[in-house]
């Protein structure tokens, strides 16, 4: 399996702009999770969804931050509009829920918002 | 609710030195336990996991014990080496009607030769 996809790996806009963060999680994984990783605030909980279902969205930071989840294989991160505060490495990670099993890491989206 | 608290890094230790991190852990019921690795410019990845009190999970020649009496998930290493420096996350998931993980906030060790 190639694990978890993300894309880009590296993203420049400017203020204002909206980005949207894509994630292709690994085959047969029902979970799926969105982080935030920042030096100030470490690695932060986005949103977790459940068989495409929205779980847990209370990571959220506002309004400006959506995700969606159309089938097992596709989710988006959305940030409309993007402000510098929201530089940061986003990843994208999923398991298969069951007691013991880990979550399985993307490489990253780095966003850079001018 | 779940938490987990390990110890505020930076660590430096010399090549061949004896690693520990420390982490302890507040959950209901029975997690499952975890310590997970990131090397710069990767995401995080799996290092070892326990899911019962006194088991061991190990790899790499890292060791750690499930502790339910002192809810503690210590990381060890006999000797570490260069290419170990990253950063070390403690983590533990419970069934709270999934299972969301709960991450520590990280540890970043450098080894120097």
């Known amino acids: 399996d190639a694990g978890v996809i993300q894309s880009p790996r590296h993203e420049v806009t400017e203020m204002g702009q909206e980005v949207t963060l894509r994630c292709k999680p690994i085959?047969?994984?029902?979970?799926l999770f969105w982080y935030r990783q920042t030096m100030m605030r470490g690695l932060e909980l986005l949103i977790y969804?459940?068989?495409?279902?929205?779980?847990?969205d209370s990571g959220m930071p506002e309004d400006r931050f959506s995700a969606k989840m159309p089938n097992a294989s596709f989710s988006t991160l959305k940030i409309q509009p993007s402000e510098p505060r929201d530089s940061a490495v986003y990843f994208c990670?999923?398991?298969?829920?069951?007691?013991?099993?880990?979550?399985?890491f993307g490489p990253g989206t780095r966003l850079t918002v001018l | 609710g779940n938490s987990v608290t390990q110890m505020e890094g930076p660590v430096t230790l010399s090549e061949e030195a004896f690693l520990t991190i420390n982490c302890t852990y507040t959950?209901?019921?029975?997690?499952?336990l975890f310590w997970y690795v990131q090397y710069p410019g990767e995401g995080l990845q799996l290092l070892l996991k326990?899911?019962?009190?006194?088991d061991k999970g190990s790899n790499k020649g890292f060791e750690a014990t499930y502790r339910k009496e002192t809810t503690s998930f210590h990381l060890e290493k006999g000797s570490v080496q260069v290419s170990d420096s990253a950063v070390y996350f403690c983590a533990l998931s419970a069934d709270t009607g999934g299972f969301k993980t709960i991450f520590g906030a990280g540890t970043r060790l450098f080894v120097k030769a």
């Open positions: 085959s047969g994984h029902n979970s």
């Open positions: 959950a209901t019921g029975y997690p499952s």
């Open positions: 990670a999923s398991s298969f829920d069951r007691v013991g099993n880990e979550q399985f």
């Open positions: 326990a899911t019962k009190a006194d």
């Open positions: 969804f459940n068989n495409n279902v929205p779980i847990d």
